[in-house]
């Protein structure tokens, strides 16, 4: 029975390692706080529990919050708690990495109130009703709704969102990735800008290729080359405004900022230098994104 147990456990541990780590920001913390979830598992009925994974999340939603809670108690310094790098090689956990807020984003989260915190990054990265979150946060589901609210609005002042922009941002993004995707020459050219610039990172390019290439023509003729690249691209928010990630199976190898001017791709940057992605802020979509640009 408690193999079976223990089984049904491991089923659920990389979505709730996920939010943890969404919420604590630190690897280790977040293995930490999953780890309590299956102490305190273990010290009730599980058959007596109608929905498992709803139950572990609040459980392990509440270790995280008493976490975050004595933390500010101690009033301790996180500005520079970044997500840690795991010691093995498990793509879960690198997709979890990949997915994870980056190091300006994450000092937002810092600065938000606890609950403000909890009740943002459950309903805003993993979907999780209003009604679900008010027991987790101690307040009713109107004020738990106000709680992400606000810490909506604050995230979305630090990182310099602007009205409907990003919206249109995306829509460019969006197909621009669709026409890389088909290897669509014409479509690629509707998007470019006459006079875009692509600059990349050398061990972002074949060898010998350019590292600098100008003109809609040139660069179309490169993507549609490069289309095997693309299945593995989404957008993201890179430092707060629209770009593309490159992860194939989680392991993030390209990052491209992306400058939009007057609805069409007017310069990008294709980034692949380790200690340059280290210091990008990457969020990526689809629920992120979207709750970050609506006001509820």
């Not at 706080?33 to 273990?42: D, F, P, Y």
């Not at 790098?85 to 994870?100: I, M, Q």
């Not at 990054?121 to 738990?144: C, K, M, N, Q, Y």
Request: aromatic content about 4%; overall charge neutral; hydrophobic content about 45%.
């Amino acid at each position: 029975m408690r193999d079976d147990l223990a089984d049904r456990f491991e089923a659920h541990r990389g979505h709730l390692r996920a939010v943890a780590h969404r919420m604590l920001g630190s690897l280790p913390e977040a293995e930490d706080a999953v780890q309590e979830t299956w102490l305190r598992l273990g010290r009730v009925d599980a058959d007596g529990i109608d929905d498992l994974a709803a139950w572990l999340r609040t459980v392990v939603s509440r270790v995280c919050l008493d976490v975050l809670r004595h933390r500010r108690s101690r009033r301790e310094d996180v500005v520079d708690r970044v997500p840690d790098r795991p010691a093995d090689d498990d793509p879960e956990t690198e997709a979890v990495l990949a997915d994870s807020v980056g190091r300006a984003l994450l000092v937002v989260l810092d600065a938000l109130a606890p609950a403000e915190r909890v009740a943002f990054v459950l309903h805003d990265t993993f979907a999780v009703p209003f009604e679900r979150i008010a027991p987790i946060v101690g307040r009713s589901p109107a004020t738990t709704k106000k709680l992400a609210s606000r810490a909506r609005h604050k995230v979305r002042a630090a990182t310099g969102l602007p009205g409907a922009e990003p919206t249109r941002h995306r829509h460019v993004v969006d197909a621009f990735l669709a026409a890389a995707r088909a290897g669509d020459f014409d479509a690629l050219l509707a998007v470019l800008d006459p006079d875009v610039v692509r600059r990349a990172d050398p061990a972002a390019l074949p060898p010998g290729a350019a590292t600098e290439v100008r003109g809609a023509h040139a660069v179309a003729a490169e993507t549609v080359l490069l289309a095997a690249n693309a299945r593995h691209a989404e957008p993201a928010l890179v430092d707060g405004r629209v770009g593309i990630v490159v992860a194939p199976a989680g392991r993030l190898r390209l990052v491209l900022t992306v400058t939009v001017r007057v609805d069409r791709i007017a310069a990008y940057d294709v980034i692949a230098d380790p200690s340059r992605l280290r210091q990008l802020a990457i969020v990526r979509p689809p629920d992120f994104y979207r709750d970050l640009n609506q006001v509820r």
